[in-house]
């Protein structure tokens, strides 16, 4: 069994039924975040760090959430879950210059990023974000592009995702 840290999106939280999938893979780590009202600066100490103080296996992050995870990623080099991501840009303007600068990443990440993106996504642009990752996402990464998906993610493109991403992380999973 895996430990299992979620990085909610903007203004929302883990919903019960997503927390009840991530739960057959282990232990779920899910703290309410206030991005809203953490100053930039602050993020790595109040949002990325606070996962360093529980022995955690992977990340899985939405939206925001998807940020502060794949951050986390590249600083611990775990596995990571990206479902549409705000990589490129976000509504807090917040991006990974501004939250640390060249000191803040270890050695290269060597562990899957693996990111789902809804190309009919209209809070984060999917154009922009799939150039962001293609020009910026370096290390192994297994990018899932789904054409009828926007920004929220469904129970079942969650459920689907999920089980695919731990089976490549975690081959004694079984997919169902």
């Not at 640390?100 to 974000?129: C, H, S, W």
Request: glycine fraction near 6%; charged fraction near 20%; hydrophobic fraction near 45%.
């Amino acid at each position: 069994m895996s430990k299992i840290f979620y990085y909610h999106g903007l203004d929302s939280t883990l919903s019960n039924e997503k927390r009840a999938i991530l739960e057959e893979f282990g232990e779920v780590i899910s703290p309410t975040f206030d991005y809203r009202n953490i100053i930039v600066e602050d993020v790595l100490t109040d949002v990325l760090d606070i996962q360093f103080n529980l022995d955690v296996d992977v990340l899985i992050g939405s939206s925001m959430g998807g940020l502060m995870a794949y951050m986390a990623s590249e600083l611990k080099d775990l596995p990571c879950l990206l479902f549409n991501p705000a990589l490129y840009a976000n509504s807090l303007g917040w991006n990974q210059e501004y939250i640390a600068d060249e000191t803040f990443y270890g050695a290269p990440r060597t562990q899957l990023a693996y990111i789902v993106l809804g190309e009919k996504d209209t809070v984060v642009n999917y154009l922009e974000n799939r150039k962001y990752i293609d020009e910026n996402v370096a290390g192994p990464k297994t990018l899932i592009v789904e054409a009828e998906l926007e920004h929220s993610i469904p129970v079942d493109v969650f459920e689907y995702h999920v089980r695919s991403f731990m089976q490549t992380v975690h081959p004694a999973f079984m997919l169902i």
